[in-house]
């Protein structure tokens, strides 16, 4: 398999969510040959956007250092609002092995990206979770505790991996690592109570006795008069998401309260998908074989095509 | 579009589901240049065998035409058992149109299939559903009743619309088609009492009072000490899997038994998945364009490629 053949994933997060203008310049930096812009899902209360790139090593790196560069001319984080904690104008850039790729080299891709982002961007770099260089920085949440706010103080006890010691004046830090993909899931609750989805978010969270596997926040979104349970399943295959799905609608159930509807940030993997089926519908023998349109195109690949 | 091009579905339906050596007669029968055989699910219970082919006009009757021939070979549906109604050795054979290709070609389709199985093979044949010569035969359960069994006696009252006016000795008769797609899926209940499947079928059924765009029957499958109830859904956007499913859930759960697993027989259109992920996760964001491995896909046909 050659260079060009393993493709990454690369979901930078930009602490933006509001400005369309901004959005689409973004965009159009990251449109570099050989790298597709899956999507770009932004959300006006998180103030927060997800792009989500795939392409092989050498192109991918382009785009997101082209779309990172972007972002410090537009994003000024000393303006910034949101319910969603950050630190950086660009505030988190996962890469994710695909298929035929490994987690040995979405490490180095952070490395070699982190290298450039803090000498010519000058915006200092925490290398995360499989790219951390110390174990207390694998977990993000750690890594932005205090957020752009506390990011000095922060700084002076705890240097960044690259670039500067002192954050960037309007665009603070930057996290970069690599993971194994995950799938980022918001459940709205029919209540304006934060206590409530406090008391939910904790329930579930693998760090304070919920399940392994789902990262979990409480976020207000007052425009909506709902509250959100925001969740990253980093381990979908162990802790599927229909079961932190069910267990929060338990947890809320016990407090009173529904979920009204969910949300996907990005994309789901097609695994988690037939663990849902199987799981909703009961239907242990559902695969995305048995999807017709698959199945179809499968089959092209085979001896139907020998015509 | 070429002809070529434009695509069928055939889902031949055969009155084995036992004989491993017989099923692999058919599918061999099947492979014809041009035609995908996507399944061929055997169903020792129903003693019966779903085949799904999928290609282009010319090519499809040609398969379709060999694999009934075969089966007349090795099916004597006087010996024939099973849990599922049958009036022949090949029971049913529907028609589906797919994206590119018409209804009406779907019931051209059917009616020369039934012209040469009539003359050739001297298999009596029924059009039904959207090929059907008069309204009582559009429906299958109507064409089929009495079964195998009590063909001779029903022919005489009642012509069929190609081949001899007398059942075919082993073969009986065989009643073919065009139609919608559908989706064929079973329920297994924890019981095996018959009284509570033939109740929470008739409850589902649309004919019953139950869900339009549901077919129903109560399968007996001793075996495993469950029973089934097995269904049709012919009109799944507007009636959907889920509604289906958690009704017979619904009904099941008032006669104090539980839905222990189900089956899908063939292929699920990609609208039911995303249905029933909508549905099931409250995720009306969802679409199969969503899923990874599809955007991934789908983008290399777009400006991704122009490297």
Chains 1, 2 share one sequence.
Not at 224 to 232: K, L
Request: aromatic fraction near 6%; charged fraction near 25%.
């Amino acid at each position: 398999m050659t260079d060009e053949e393993r493709m990454f994933e690369c979901i930078p997060n930009f602490s933006e969510g509001r400005r369309p203008e901004v959005l689409e310049a973004l965009r159009r930096a990251a449109e570099v040959p050989g790298v597709r812009v899956l999507g770009l899902d932004a959300d006006p209360d998180h103030n927060r956007a997800v792009m989500t790139l795939v392409g092989p090593r050498g192109s991918l790196l382009t785009s997101v250092f082209a779309t990172i560069r972007q972002a410090l001319e537009t994003i000024d984080l000393t303006r910034h609002e949101g319910v969603h904690p950050r630190m950086g104008a660009v505030d988190v850039v996962p890469f994710v092995p695909l298929q035929g790729s490994s987690e040995a080299e979405a490490i180095e891709m952070a490395r070699e990206l982190g290298r450039r982002v803090g000498d010519e961007l000058q915006v200092p770099v925490y290398f995360y979770e499989l790219a951390a260089t110390r174990p207390e920085r694998r977990n993000l949440a750690d890594v932005r505790r205090g957020q752009f706010e506390a990011l000095s103080v922060r700084m002076a006890a705890d240097p960044p991996d690259c670039g500067p010691p002192e954050p960037h004046p309007t665009a603070g830090a930057v996290a970069i690592g690599a993971r194994r993909p995950l799938i980022a899931f918001n459940v709205y609750l029919n209540t304006g109570s934060m206590a409530v989805a406090r008391r939910v978010a904790k329930a579930v969270r693998g760090s304070s006795g919920g399940l392994v596997g789902v990262k979990a926040l409480a976020m207000d979104t007052r425009n909506h008069g709902r509250v959100q349970v925001s969740m990253n399943l980093v381990d979908y295959r162990t802790t599927p998401l229909p079961r932190a799905l069910e267990l929060v609608r338990e947890e809320a159930r016990q407090l009173g309260v529904l979920v009204v509807q969910t949300e996907l940030v990005g994309f789901m993997p097609f695994d988690a998908v037939e663990d849902a089926m199987r799981y909703y519908l009961q239907l242990p023998g559902f695969s995305r074989h048995r999807v017709l349109e698959v199945a179809i195109k499968e089959s092209g690949k085979e001896w139907g095509d020998r015509e």
